[in-house]
Every structure is written in structure tokens, then in C-alpha cells.
């Protein structure tokens, strides 16, 4: 099991990027959460196994539509074992 944090950079906020990160980790069983920066960009906290999130941290960079354009995303190996129970959307 794997444990990441991520900031993705670009246009994703106000183009359903949180909704298409969460149904996307319900989709690879992967858990966390995401949120929007004050900065414009999206944080989020994500933990599965390897191959299921390495599938779903590319499927982040392409995102969901034309609208979204992501310029760049940071990958941080975290230590642990979070328990998280669902990946939610923080507001």
C-alpha cells in the first residue's frame, strides 16, 4: 500500500475536478481526500495499493474534460498508515 500526497496545478477549480477526482478513487479503491487551495491549485491526500494508484494519479494529469488543463502535479511519498475510510471532498 501506498500513501501520497498530491498538488496538482493548473485550471482545476470550477471545472468539476474534486467531483472527478473522488468518483475516479471510488472507481481504483483508492482512499483520502481532496481540496481546493487558496492558490487555484488542488491538494489531496491519497492511499491504495501501488498499481491501482499509480492507474489513478494518471488518470488526475489527463483530467476529466477539455475544460481542465493540468500545467503540473507534485507527488510526495508519505509515511504510514492513514485509516482513511472514503475519499471525500473537504470544503
Known amino acids: 500500500?501506498?500513501?501520497v500526497s498530491v498538488n496538482v496545478y493548473g485550471h482545476v477549480?470550477?471545472?468539476g475536478f474534486?467531483?472527478?477526482t473522488q468518483r475516479t478513487a471510488v472507481e481504483?479503491?483508492?482512499t483520502?481526500?481532496?481540496k481546493n487551495e487558496d492558490d487555484g491549485s488542488v491538494r489531496?491526500?491519497?492511499f491504495g495499493k501501488a498499481e491501482d494508484l499509480?492507474?489513478?494519479l494518471d488518470l488526475i494529469k489527463k483530467g476529466p474534460s477539455r475544460?481542465?488543463?493540468v500545467h503540473g502535479m507534485d507527488v510526495t511519498n508519505l509515511a504510514g498508515n492513514p485509516q482513511f475510510k472514503t475519499f471525500k471532498i473537504k470544503y
Do not use: C, D, P
Request: net charge neutral.
Open 1 to 3: 500500500m501506498e500513501y
Open 13 to 15: 477549480q470550477g471545472v
Open 18 to 20: 474534486r467531483y472527478f
Open 28 to 30: 481504483y479503491n483508492i
Open 32 to 34: 483520502g481526500w481532496v
Open 44 to 46: 489531496m491526500e491519497a
Open 54 to 56: 499509480s492507474l489513478f
Open 67 to 69: 475544460f481542465v488543463k
